[in-house]
């Protein structure tokens, strides 16, 4: 996987995410992913802090964690599970974050993604999804 390396991430995060204490979760997924490049863990640890960044970080934290998220499923196909079991998290916010990332997501994966998302019993959801399908469908409308 394509990084510039442990050290230049995590300065990239800290100074994007408004200092160490604010990106703390950012910094706990780039330190996860180095360490699986480095076979220091597993793929499940990095499963995990980007499900944490994901549903517990602010705006620009979980919009990371989906990126890195993104990054790793190029090279692990498996994870694309984390984005099926996100879309069945209870809080609507959530799986709203899910839907930010339909755009970026491998083409059956999308689809299938959207196909959930698009019924979510969150009108706000619903609506977001449907908009970035929209997108995709119909980039000429957005140019």
């Given at each position: 996987m394509f990084t510039f390396g442990r050290v230049k991430e995590v300065e990239v995060a800290v100074r994007r995410h408004g200092g160490p204490e604010k990106a703390a979760m950012v910094v706990d997924v780039v330190s996860a992913v180095h360490d699986l490049?480095?076979?220091k863990a597993d793929l499940s640890d990095v499963e995990a802090k980007i499900?944490?960044?994901?549903?517990?970080g602010r705006r620009d934290v979980w919009d990371a964690a989906g990126?890195?998220?993104?990054k790793?499923?190029?090279?692990y196909p498996a994870v694309e599970y984390v984005w099926f079991e996100l879309i069945k998290h209870p809080?609507?916010?959530?799986?709203?974050?899910v839907a930010s990332h339909i755009i970026d997501l491998p083409a059956v994966t999308r689809e299938k993604i959207y196909d959930l998302l698009k019924d979510d019993?969150?009108?706000r959801v619903r609506e977001h999804a449907e908009g970035k399908w929209d997108f995709i469908q119909h980039p000429e409308k957005y140019g």
């Open positions: 490049i480095e076979n499900k944490t960044a994901l549903i517990e990126t890195w998220l993104l790793l499923q190029k090279d809080k609507a916010e959530v799986r709203y974050r019993p969150s009108k």
